[in-house]
């Protein structure tokens, strides 16, 4: 199961932030079976904006496709990676992408980053 929420970035939540940042966060599992509706909105998102902020301390299961579209979309706009739970952590160094992805502690961070 998974669960997911788009926001936009800035303080009123009505549109992008100045960076043109766009908050998307998910939640549950996300593999081949559940991954399909983050996929559409993370896709919509980086066609329409220049930064998406993944919120992903929901996450509690991530599996291969979920590592493939944070790749797809990173080619396609400027991601960053919110509060990666130890597992998801975890994946991202045994497939060795850690260092293609900015990952942020913290939402406001993310959100301040060029």
């Given at each position: 199961?998974?669960?997911l929420r788009s926001d936009r970035a800035g303080s009123d939540g009505a549109g992008p932030d100045r960076s043109g940042?766009?908050?998307?966060?998910?939640?549950g599992q996300l593999d081949?079976?559940?991954?399909?509706?983050l996929e559409a909105?993370?896709?919509?998102a980086a066609r329409k904006h220049?930064?998406?902020?993944?919120?992903?301390?929901?996450?509690?299961?991530?599996?291969s496709s979920f590592l493939n579209?944070?790749?797809?979309?990173?080619?396609?706009?400027?991601?960053?990676?919110v509060e990666?739970?130890?597992?998801?952590?975890?994946l991202l160094e045994i497939?060795?992408?850690?260092?293609?992805?900015?990952?942020s502690p913290g939402l406001e961070e993310a959100m301040r980053l060029p």
């Amino acid at each position: 199961m998974s669960e997911l929420r788009s926001d936009r970035a800035g303080s009123d939540g009505a549109g992008p932030d100045r960076s043109g940042a766009v908050l998307v966060r998910a939640a549950g599992q996300l593999d081949q079976d559940t991954v399909g509706p983050l996929e559409a909105e993370l896709l919509d998102a980086a066609r329409k904006h220049s930064v998406v902020v993944l919120d992903t301390a929901g996450v509690t299961f991530a599996d291969s496709s979920f590592l493939n579209l944070l790749l797809r979309v990173r080619r396609m706009t400027r991601l960053r990676l919110v509060e990666p739970p130890p597992r998801l952590l975890r994946l991202l160094e045994i497939a060795g992408v850690q260092d293609l992805l900015t990952i942020s502690p913290g939402l406001e961070e993310a959100m301040r980053l060029p």
